[in-house]
């Protein structure tokens, strides 16, 4: 079977975000100086970067006890006057593959213009772009970036890299630990269910696909869809875990691929699992430790617990499934569609 460019982005992206741990730790004290002022932190973004910022924005809360927030650039374009006065003394946090997207560009003017004097913090993949000259600290994860088109190494770390900044203001040591034991223990686990998954990518298997999370897991869940959606060229949906009972559980059955992103609370998880396989879907479940006798398949994390590296790995089974499911489908997951690496306006 021919590997294509992005096989190896994601089934080797470990060694990306381990380059980028240690780039982010290396720059700790440039970045606790830079947010030494107290102030709201707002992530600002478009595409698979706002949905990573869904996520990481509530763990930087979490860890920072600071406001914090996630706004698409899309709606602060189309709709600037909705955040007139909402900010206290703001900095906005601004990741982006290219830093070459348009809408963007434009929201951080609009946001500036807003906010005179305010600050803006930059992660991006692309060297020499725009946003890094519009940024008061600009960092750079190169070795992140893909050669396909659609982000999958390139979400994992921007994903990391906040996560990480949140770690580092809040002075989570055991978090960078957890990273660490995570990294270490995954060229083993994408290896081993990387078959398994090769297995479930199967259209006569998978007809249609579902996402479940919640809370600081919820921007990734939602991003493990759109990445179905884009390498596959195929129709995914996302849900809250407990919503998708209100409603569309209607649409599960035989061959509904139901994936659930744990680590909330194992008793609801396991309720809506047992609800959901009533239906005939098959249930896939991420979170550490052992198996569950409530899923058709759990893939391990490993034994560390924070919700974020469970997130990171239910990202890794999306992506990788994503890959086989394109291949599966007759399709090219290096370059599906009409998609583009970034939009310019």
């Known amino acids: 079977m021919t590997k294509y460019l992005s096989h190896g982005e994601i089934h080797t992206q470990y060694i990306a975000l381990e380059k980028t741990l240690d780039y982010m730790l290396n720059n700790a004290s440039k970045i606790q100086e830079f947010f030494a002022d107290d102030g709201d932190i707002v992530m600002l973004a478009c595409g698979s970067s706002y949905w990573m910022s869904l996520s990481a924005h509530k763990t930087i809360k979490v860890k920072t006890d600071r406001r914090a927030y996630a706004l698409k650039a899309g709606d602060v374009v189309l709709c600037p006057e909705e955040y007139t006065g909402m900010f206290n003394n703001p900095v906005f946090l601004c990741p982006s593959r290219s830093g070459l997207t348009g809408e963007l560009l434009d929201a951080v003017d609009i946001m500036l213009s807003l906010y005179p004097g305010a600050k803006v913090f930059s992660i991006t993949e692309y060297e020499n772009n725009k946003l890094a000259v519009k940024s008061d600290l600009a960092l750079s994860i190169p070795w992140a970036n893909e050669e396909s088109v659609c982000q999958t190494r390139s979400f994992s770390c921007l994903y990391l890299a906040f996560t990480t900044l949140g770690a580092i203001l809040g002075n989570d ?35 249609s696909l579902v996402t479940l999370g919640g809370g600081l897991q919820y921007g990734v869940v939602v991003e493990g869809a759109y990445i179905v959606i884009e390498v596959a060229e195929f129709l995914a949906n996302y849900y809250q875990l407990l919503e998708y009972r209100h409603g569309p559980i209607v649409t599960a059955g035989k061959g509904t691929a139901v994936f659930i992103c ?84």
């Open 173 to 207: 040591d055991a978090f960078i630990c957890d990273l660490r034991t995570y990294l270490k223990s995954a060229p083993d686990l994408y290896r081993e269910q990387e078959v398994k998954i090769r297995d479930i990518a199967d259209p006569t298997k998978a007809t």
């Open 262 to 345: 744990a680590g909330m609370s194992s008793m609801h998880e396991a309720k809506m699992a047992k609800e959901i396989k009533d239906t005939g879907a098959n249930v896939y479940v991420i979170k550490p430790g052992e198996a569950v006798s409530f899923a058709d398949h759990t893939f391990s994390c490993g034994d560390v617990t924070d919700k974020e590296i469970i997130a990171l790995h239910f990202i890794f089974v999306l992506q990788s499934f994503a890959y086989y499911f394109a291949i599966a489908r007759g399709k090219n997951p290096d370059n599906p569609g009409n998609l583009v690496p970034f939009i310019v306006y």
